[in-house]
Nanobody
């Protein structure tokens, strides 16, 4: 079992920045792939970004955040970050951290990000 705890959400004006963190309780094969999702009121959960250490590693972004958001990890690879710049009101959502091997088996409790216009 892996526990994931997000932090760093808050209220920011459009054009501002926030940095989210996700601390994993341990490093296992399940945390080789970690990612961020978000959910706005009335919408389904959508993919934001992922970072996998399998097969040489790869980083993926949703088209809506490319060039504005950056996913990264600390050296111990137990903390995942999401640097969010040039935030827009449509980025307002609860942001979730996820991890898993082959499927997103582990989820954090979410952190609210609100971008005011």
């Amino acid at each position: 079992q892996v526990q994931l705890v997000e932090s760093g959400g808050g209220l920011v004006q459009a054009g501002g920045s926030l940095r989210l963190s996700c601390a994993a309780s341990k490093r296992t094969v399940d945390t080789d792939t970690m990612g961020w999702f978000r959910q706005s009121p009335g919408k389904g959960r959508e993919f934001v970004a992922s970072d996998t250490r399998h097969s040489g590693g790869s980083i993926l972004y949703a088209d809506s955040v490319k060039g504005r958001f950056t996913i990264s990890r600390d050296n111990a690879e137990r903390t995942l970050f999401l640097q969010m710049d040039a935030l827009r009101p449509e980025d307002t959502a609860v942001y979730y951290c996820a991890a898993g091997l082959g499927s997103w088996d582990y989820w954090g409790q979410g952190t609210q990000v609100t971008v005011s216009s």
